[in-house]
């Protein structure tokens, strides 16, 4: 099956600080990306939706200038925390398709720690 | 738009018992379904999915679903629960543009 690879798997930084998390489709081209933030024993929440090459198209409520997300290529987004605060800590996951969401793969998810 | 609603955030059973974990939709087009389940810390796995083919899915694990159009339901069964079944289980829908997921129900698995 399709795999996606999300890197790191966990990350402490301090706050204030910027952190890149990134998603990469490692035997398939995503057209489209998204990512989700996933609070202590609770669902997915959308945060944004990509496409190579093109702005990302974020939720409401979702500041776009906290979370900067570039989809460079149909391999890879980048998902960056800016000027971190312990309140952005939380688990957050990437996932990929290829056409639509006929199915959608998940990568293994980054935890990150805010200080 | 589209909704997913999972009724009981939390379901124990004993291993060897039946696991029904319930699944209700709402959706505007006809609906794409999926079952994912995740372990602690880990992203998403995807244990079936419905897309307008047979309304009984098999899936991995021995987990099935059938999806009822009239009840707007797609429940998640599996016959006989294993220890390793304990885990947090989401239903999503899909109409092909944007996916919803479900609040999300953790299985507990007692011996």
């Known amino acids: 099956g399709a795999v996606v690879s999300q890197h790191p798997s966990r990350v402490i930084c301090k706050s204030g600080t910027s952190v890149k998390i990134e998603c990469r489709s490692l035997?398939?081209?995503?057209?489209?990306m998204f990512w989700y933030r996933q609070f202590p024993k609770q669902s997915l929440m959308l945060m944004a939706t990509?496409?190579?090459?093109?702005?990302?198209?974020?939720e409401q409520g979702v500041e776009k200038d906290k979370f900067l997300i570039n989809h460079a290529s149909l391999t890879l987004s980048t998902l960056t925390v800016t000027s971190a605060h312990p309140e952005d800590s939380s688990f957050y996951i990437c996932?990929?398709?290829?056409?639509?969401?006929?199915?959608?793969?998940f990568g293994q998810g980054t935890r990150l720690t805010v200080v | 738009a589209q909704s997913v609603t999972q009724l009981g955030s939390h379901v124990s059973v004993s291993e060897g018992a039946l696991v029904l974990l319930r699944c209700n939709y709402s959706?505007?087009?006809?609906?794409?379904l999926f079952w994912y389940v995740q372990y602690p810390n880990q992203g998403l796995q995807l244990l079936l999915k419905?897309?307008?083919?047979?309304?009984l899915v098999k899936g991995i694990n021995g987990f099935e679903a059938e999806f009822k159009k009239s009840e707007t339901s797609f429940h998640l069964t599996k016959p006989s629960a294993h220890m390793s079944d304990a885990a947090e289980y989401f239903c999503?829908?899909?109409?092909?543009?944007?996916?919803?997921f479900g609040a999300g129900t953790r299985l507990t698995v007692k011996p």
């Open positions: 959706s505007s087009v006809p609906p794409y």
């Open positions: 035997d398939f081209q995503a057209t489209t």
């Open positions: 990509s496409n190579e090459g093109s702005k990302a198209t974020y």
């Open positions: 419905y897309t307008s083919a047979a309304t």
């Open positions: 999503a829908v899909s109409d092909r543009f944007d996916m919803r």
């Open positions: 996932s990929a398709s290829i056409t639509g969401y006929t199915e959608a793969f």
